[in-house]
């Protein structure tokens, strides 16, 4: 059940042609239009997007949420995809009468529907249909679970910052065949202290290349490209992707 996913156009009605100058401070719309062959309707991405392949060419032109007035004015956006929290963009936008879609992909089972609001408001909704009945379908097939599944702590950007139960990451390491450490917190993010990290006793730890290696005793460790903890199209991939960490297994051997 989807628990949250809306639309707040904040420029009165949408046009009847599609966008053609999109602003994405959203890795998940920046992944769908890219997996949608809309990548000429980007116009500008946040610095986070460009961790998604197919977008290394778009202009980034925000950190996050810091976005500048004058560079919404010169690129002359017709719309915007934002998260769900980022209320002053949503506002700066808003002044600058540029239509605003906010996205919400915080759990697994909310990507079909987003993947077809994406595609709706880009002029691309056969094609997202397509892709979200994919992932409907694959979702829905991830039925089988390892009788012990292995307890993995996965520290995101920082020391001891992980991911509770709430979250499309937990989701991930679920389908994966894991059981995330912090499953039981019912919020979308975690910092454990080192005691609680010891105490979770975990048996793999991941962690995002380019950041700072976590250790502890008893536990594999090992790196995730950031790209496949994207919330998007590419979530078949990411599975196996997990998969392989997790188990210790290659890849391309994962069925």
């Known amino acids: ?75 002359r956006f017709d719309l915007a995809f934002l998260w769900w929290y980022q209320d002053d963009a949503a506002k700066l936008l808003a002044d600058l009468n540029v239509p605003v879609v906010r996205i919400r992909a915080g759990r697994a089972a909310e990507l079909p529907a987003t993947v077809r609001l994406i595609g709706e408001k880009t002029g691309h909704a056969a094609a997202a249909n397509k892709l979200a009945d994919d992932l409907a379908a694959f979702l829905q097939a991830q039925t089988n679970r390892p009788a012990h599944p292995p307890r993995v702590y996965l520290e995101l950007y920082g020391a001891y910052k992980t991911v509770g139960g709430d979250s499309y990451l937990n989701d991930l390491i679920t389908l994966a065949g894991g059981t995330n450490v912090a499953a039981a917190v019912p919020r979308s993010s975690v ?65």
């Open 1 to 75: 059940m989807i628990r949250w996913l809306s639309m707040l156009l904040l420029a009165g009605s949408a046009c009847a042609e599609p966008a053609q100058r999109i602003l994405s401070l959203c890795t998940t719309a920046t992944d769908v239009l890219c997996a949608l062959d809309a990548t000429k309707q980007l116009a500008g991405i946040d610095e986070y997007g460009r961790v998604v392949p197919g977008a290394t060419n778009v202009p980034v032109i925000a950190r996050g949420s810091a976005l500048s007035r004058e560079e919404v004015i010169v690129r």
């Open 191 to 255: 910092v454990f202290s080192p005691e609680q990290l010891i105490a979770a006793k975990p048996d793999v730890i991941l962690f995002v290349n380019g950041f700072t290696k976590p250790s502890l005793a008893n536990a594999r460790i090992a790196a995730i490209d950031r790209q496949w903890l994207v919330a998007g199209s590419r979530l078949p991939a990411a599975v196996q992707q997990l998969r392989a960490l997790i188990h210790g297994t290659p890849a391309h051997a994962i069925p």
